[in-house]
């Protein structure tokens, strides 16, 4: 069963552009303005949807210069993946065992 902190990371994921942006970082470490070329969001819509996903641990940091770079967390991703293949498992489970309780 998917937890508060699964649950909230779904919904900070649902986001096109958030999605989008993680998609994107998941190749690369990129700044603001790369994913600005990227994505052809507005500056601040992006800076806000950035600031979303580093409150959520999706993303990290790292400053250089007068740019800030994101860089994706996987695990962060692995831990929702996980989540969701326990999901997957429980689920064909139940389905062999209906199957074999089912009438002929």
């Known amino acids: 069963m998917l937890t508060s902190v699964e649950t909230d990371l779904l919904r900070v994921l649902a986001d096109p552009l958030r999605l989008r942006i993680v998609t994107l970082l998941a190749r690369e470490t990129l700044c603001t303005t790369h994913l600005v070329e990227e994505t052809g969001a507005k500056q601040t819509n992006l800076s806000n949807h950035l ?14 210069g007068r740019f800030t770079y994101y860089r994706l967390r996987p695990e962060v991703i692995e831990t929702l993946a996980g989540q969701f293949t326990d999901l997957a498992a429980t689920a064909r489970a139940t389905v062999e065992n209906d199957r074999k309780r089912a009438c002929p």
């Open 51 to 64: 600031r979303v996903l580093r409150e959520a641990g999706v993303v990290e940091t790292e400053p250089c």
